[in-house]
């Protein structure tokens, strides 16, 4: 299954490769979104976590399929299939499969020139501290994230849990194929981790279809992905976003 996965991570370097070339059609949006999709589907299946340098690669790829040179082509795309919407769903998907390889309290970051991805782990028994994000002290931060007026904060509050749920009852199995600086000692049955999620999409608000009836103020798409998911608590996730455009 090892070998799955890193035919997987050549298939990654491949496609972004050729999206470098910015030679394409809408079509080839689409086939770039399902080859994302198979990636992460047989990553997860093959128990197999990328390199760090293949990491970034797959957020490359997305971060290229999301330039706003291609509106157009979503434009043409979205006639077809909801693909920029899809690449949500397969990027929070990514992200949880990076993040359950992850260290407790091991914080991953990468900025590209349309995204902004902060991945961490947490004891469920003791989430560190509340989320912030983005945390625009960062190493590596472009100028648009660093002037990002869009916030998110999540109290640890709501990451409280009073029940301890063994892991061998509710995990996937023990990954086996994994990079190095991923890799995690093996944990008590009764521990239990949070994967914590956060993207600013840079570009995704432009590109999603508008919305029936159009939305007054658009802004920049930001996203969380919790899992497991916490129980509701207060207070709860408090968002900032800034406008990009005002329709009168």
């Excluded at 299939?81 to 390889?101: K, Q, S, T, V, Y």
């Excluded at 902060?118 to 931060?141: C, H, L, W, Y």
């Excluded at 100028?143 to 509050?157: F, H, M, N, V």
């Amino acid at each position: 299954m090892t070998l799955a996965g890193e035919g997987m991570s050549q298939i990654v370097r491949s496609l972004l490769e050729l999206l470098q070339r910015r030679s394409y059609y809408s079509g080839d949006l689409l086939f770039s979104t399902e080859i994302l999709r198979n990636v992460t589907d047989t990553f997860k299946r093959a128990t197999y976590i990328p390199a760090p340098d293949d990491v970034q690669k797959f957020f490359q790829v997305v971060s290229h399929m999301l330039d706003l040179e291609n509106l157009e082509k979503w434009e043409d795309a979205h006639q077809v299939a909801p693909g920029a919407a899809l690449l949500m769903r397969i990027l929070e998907d990514f992200i949880h499969l990076i993040g359950e390889a992850q260290k407790p309290f091991q914080s991953f970051l990468v900025v590209t020139n349309n995204l902004m991805v902060t991945i961490q782990r947490e004891p469920v028994s003791a989430v560190s501290s509340d989320i912030n994000f983005p945390m625009k002290g960062r190493r590596g931060m472009k100028d648009w994230a660093r002037t990002s007026e869009d916030k998110l904060y999540i109290p640890k509050k709501v990451f409280t849990i009073y029940i301890y749920i063994y892991i061998k009852k509710t995990a996937p199995p023990l990954l086996t194929s994994v990079n190095s600086s991923f890799l995690t000692e093996p944990e008590s049955e009764t521990t239990m981790y949070y994967v914590i999620g956060a993207i600013l999409y840079r570009t995704l608000g432009l590109i999603l279809p508008a919305p029936i009836p159009p939305a007054v103020i658009n802004s920049k798409i930001l996203t969380v992905t919790v899992r497991p998911e916490p129980q509701l608590s207060e207070p709860m996730v408090e968002l900032e976003l800034s406008p990009l455009i005002n329709v009168s």
